[in-house]
């Protein structure tokens, strides 16, 4: 375990912002990650997990601890189901295929999203019907100040669309340190009617898909809308789908009929925020190194080495159009530092 002084970040965002740590750290066990919160000479610190839902607009004037712990394993099983604890540093879609190598049902719709395990439950990660908190058990937090582990059950989590209690009154108290799933060994339930993933098997040539077909099908989507941050930097979605009242998406229907919406409750309608960004005009618009993705209006990129507070400027500009074309406010999905 060696501190370094002014290390780029880089390679560990997958925004690709280079900016520098102060002084940065790679964990790869429970021990090494109390070791380095005790350390009182960097009275500031900042745990880093798989970076892939922030964007850097500044240098980090602290020791940033970069979360490596691995370690994928069964810890029971019955005839139905397999009970999975996985560390934190492992990579998600690694995770994701190594349980449809072992024919675990569950994870399959959540193919290809990138980040690690540790930061999956922070926003309750989702796709194409399905979230994390359906498989999820349970997760390990190492308390930042008193260093002792706390297990969280899915309740204690309190999750939400691209929510949970880590984003909020628990935020940046703990580092998750391990996340445990339930997932099916049989008769596996297949998510295959949101989206595009049914026409996506169609194309597939596949009448009776498996769990392994379904996750293929939602990895070609995504490939086909999504850019892949090893090419082009990206942190996913950077604004959250709003959710509105009826009475004004009856009003936006008028002037835009439109209008794609999902209904939440009674009084309650989703939007998607793509929707909103592309009819605004910023679909595909690149200013200089960076933009907003050609497929995909949700998605804020960077072509090269874009600075991040111009991104962080761009978002706010197209929050600020959406509101005054529509009357509402799209929230930043990302986590600005
Ligand atoms: N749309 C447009 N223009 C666009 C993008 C979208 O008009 O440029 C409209 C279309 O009507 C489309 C609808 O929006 O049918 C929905 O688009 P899409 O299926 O791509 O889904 P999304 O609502 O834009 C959400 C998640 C994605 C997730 C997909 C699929 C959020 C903030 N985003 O996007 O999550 O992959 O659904 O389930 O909820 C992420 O969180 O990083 C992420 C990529």
């Not at 970040?9 to 997958?14: A, D, G, I, R």
């Not at 604890?85 to 690694?94: L, Q, T």
């Not at 719709?109 to 999956?120: E, Q, R």
């Not at 200013?287 to 080495?305: I, T």
């Amino acid at each position: 375990m060696q501190i370094s002084k002014n290390i780029s970040l880089k390679p560990y965002n997958t925004f690709g912002i280079d900016v520098l740590a102060n002084h940065f750290v790679t964990v790869s066990s429970i021990n090494e990650l109390k070791t380095v919160l005790k350390l009182k000479d960097y009275p500031n610190k900042f745990v880093l997990g798989g970076g892939s839902n922030m964007l850097l607009t500044k240098n980090i004037e602290a020791l940033v601890i970069h979360v490596n712990l691995k370690g994928i394993s069964i810890i029971s099983e019955d005839e139905n189901t397999a009970t999975i604890k996985v560390n934190a540093g492992e990579n998600w879609h690694e995770f994701v295929l190594w349980s449809l190598k072992h024919d675990f049902g569950g994870l399959e719709n959540l193919s290809l999203i990138p980040g690690n395990v540790g930061t999956a439950p922070i926003q309750n990660i989702g796709a194409y019907g399905v979230e994390l908190k359906d498989s999820f058990v349970s997760c390990e937090g190492l308390c930042i100040e008193t260093h002792k582990i706390k297990t969280f059950s899915k309740t204690d989590c309190d999750f939400g669309y691209r929510n949970s209690i880590f984003k909020q009154q628990e935020k940046g108290k703990y580092v998750i340190v391990s996340v445990t799933f339930k997932l099916s060994k049989k008769a596996h339930q297949l998510n295959i009617n949101y989206g595009s993933i049914a026409s996506q098997l169609e194309l597939m040539n596949i009448s009776n898909p498996t769990i392994q077909d379904v996750s293929k099908a939602v990895i070609a989507i995504r490939e086909s809308k999504l850019p892949n941050p090893k090419d082009i930097g990206n942190s996913g979605s950077f604004f959250k789908n709003p959710i509105i009242t009826k009475t004004h998406y009856l009003d936006l229907v008028n002037n835009f009929p439109e209008i794609p919406s999902y209904v939440i409750s009674e009084n309650e309608v989703k939007i998607p925020a793509g929707w909103l960004i592309e009819k605004a005009g910023f679909k595909g618009k690149c200013f200089g190194n960076y933009g907003v993705h050609k497929k995909q209006a949700l998605v804020l990129v960077n072509y090269s080495d874009a600075d991040g507070s111009n991104i962080l400027k761009l978002s706010k500009l197209i929050q600020k159009t959406v509101k005054r074309l529509f009357n509402i406010s799209i929230e930043a999905e990302v986590n600005i530092l």
